[in-house]
């Protein structure tokens, strides 16, 4: 948090609850009204322990962050023969999965299931959903769970076919 000089409000870096975007952004909060404000909208995600002003209110710092992953492959578990499959600005961090047939399912920063063939050169998103969804694991002949955020500290369990079919909630 930075309280603006004047002492009128605050800045802050969040997030809008009602949307799938977990970016942080930047919002101000009036005080002592505690109107809320949306200050920035892009493609950037500000980290939450980094906001500052300058000691004259007019120069704000901030870091943005920026994730960057790829799956590797270890025939057998040897790092020396480990061979990268994916590649890009694409992070795969939210949760992976080996599916029965060899294929992976993923979840990646954007929170979006997808199925990507065992070297990596195909991809195909899974389910479309509002809620981000993340922790995919296979569960059963063709089906797989997975975690879905609902809203501010309500995730769920869900479990779905391969093909997005019939996905169903297990518990909240």
């Known amino acids: 948090l930075a309280w603006l000089r004047d002492g009128s ?10 949307s799938r975007d977990l970016r942080g952004q930047l919002w101000s909060v009036s005080y002592p009204g505690g109107d809320v404000r949306r200050l920035t909208q892009d493609l950037s995600s500000y980290s939450h322990n980094s906001l500052s002003l300058a000691a004259d209110g007019m120069m704000l710092v901030t870091a943005a962050e920026a994730e ?5 492959l270890a025939p057998a578990g040897d790092a020396a023969r480990a061979t990268m499959i994916t ?3 694409r992070s795969w961090t939210q949760g992976i999965g080996w599916l029965p047939d060899g294929r992976i399912i993923a979840a990646d ?15 195909t998103p899974v389910m479309s959903s509002p809620h981000p969804q993340w922790g995919p694991t296979p569960c059963g002949a063709g089906r797989f769970g997975f975690v ?3 809203h501010l500290h309500a995730s769920s369990l869900w479990q779905a076919g391969f093909d997005a079919a019939q996905p169903k ?3 909240t």
């Open 109 to 123: 920063n954007a929170y979006t299931l997808s199925i990507l063939s065992a070297d990596g050169t195909r991809r």
């Open 169 to 171: 909630q297990l518990m």
């Open 148 to 150: 879905r955020f609902e």
């Open 87 to 89: 590649t890009g600005d």
């Open 9 to 18: 409000g605050l800045l802050m870096v969040g997030w809008d609850r009602n």
């Open 68 to 72: 960057s992953g790829q799956l590797w």
